[in-house]
């Protein structure tokens, strides 16, 4: 079986050291996260009656927990994709989420948004299978992200710093903070400096980030719906 095209600090310093059966045992643990935070947005956007894609972002974000898991507990290529072709999927839902909501996502632009989206992706995705550079798939994924989020601050009239935009701005903390993390993690290993004991707290790092980043995608779920239900409620006066 082909490895990952990447490696973290625990598969490098602590593998198969819990059990012989899962490499990264604590970077598989924390994906729970995923799970928790997903099922609970979920039941929120159901019992709002959100759009499909919030449901479907919901149901994205614990396949994506159920693929890191595989992925952290063989290291293997297969693996890697069960966890990263989710999470671009994931992003996909997320510019799905604020369909109507800004006039890049409506008639009778949305066909041009969402095709160039597509084709940005497929292309990457291609690119990345065959010359399995990982930055490829980071690039691509943080591009999936930002685009939604930036369109999101011009979907209504609120000022940006108002209470109303309190939801966007943890989810823009929240999201930095799990991907400075990430970022400190790379470079410890890329230094050959991975911790080599659970008692260091940047040994935590990576579980961290599977936890600010489900922290993200609940914060960000909930200032989707808040600008749903606002377009709706508007409608209704209207």
């Known amino acids: 079986m082909r490895s990952a095209n990447v ?3 625990e598969a490098a310093t602590h593998a198969f050291t819990v059990t012989p059966h ?3 045992f604590w970077n598989c643990v924390s994906n729970v996260c995923f ?10 956007n159901l019992r709002l009656r959100m759009p499909w894609a919030f449901v479907a972002a919901d149901s994205m974000l614990m396949v994506v927990g159920l693929g890191s898991v595989i992925f952290h507990a063989t290291q293997s290529w297969f693996g890697e994709i069960l966890d990263e072709l989710p999470m671009s999927i994931l ?3 997320y510019f799905w989420c604020i369909k109507d909501l800004h006039w890049l996502t409506s008639k009778p632009y949305d066909s041009v948004s969402y095709g160039l989206m597509a084709i940005v992706c497929l292309f990457s995705w291609r690119s990345y299978i065959v010359l399995h550079d990982f930055k490829t798939f980071t690039d691509l994924f943080t591009l999936q992200v930002a685009i939604p989020s930036l369109i999101s601050l011009n979907i209504s009239d609120m000022p940006l710093l108002s209470p109303e935009r309190s939801r966007f701005w943890l989810f823009l903390v929240t999201i930095l903070t799990g991907k400075g993390l990430w970022s400190i993690e790379r470079y410890l ?6 911790p080599t004991s659970l008692a260091s707290p940047a040994f935590w790092l990576h579980p961290l980030w599977h936890l600010f980043s489900a922290l993200a995608h609940g914060a960000w779920m909930l200032y989707g719906s808040q600008m749903v239900l606002k377009l709706r409620k508007e409608k209704k006066v209207a």
């Open 7 to 9: 490696e973290w600090c």
């Open 22 to 24: 899962i490499a990264e």
């Open 35 to 44: 799970i928790v935070v997903g099922f609970a947005s979920m039941r929120h």
């Open 91 to 93: 992003a996909l839902f």
């Open 189 to 194: 290993y890329s230094q050959g400096a991975c």
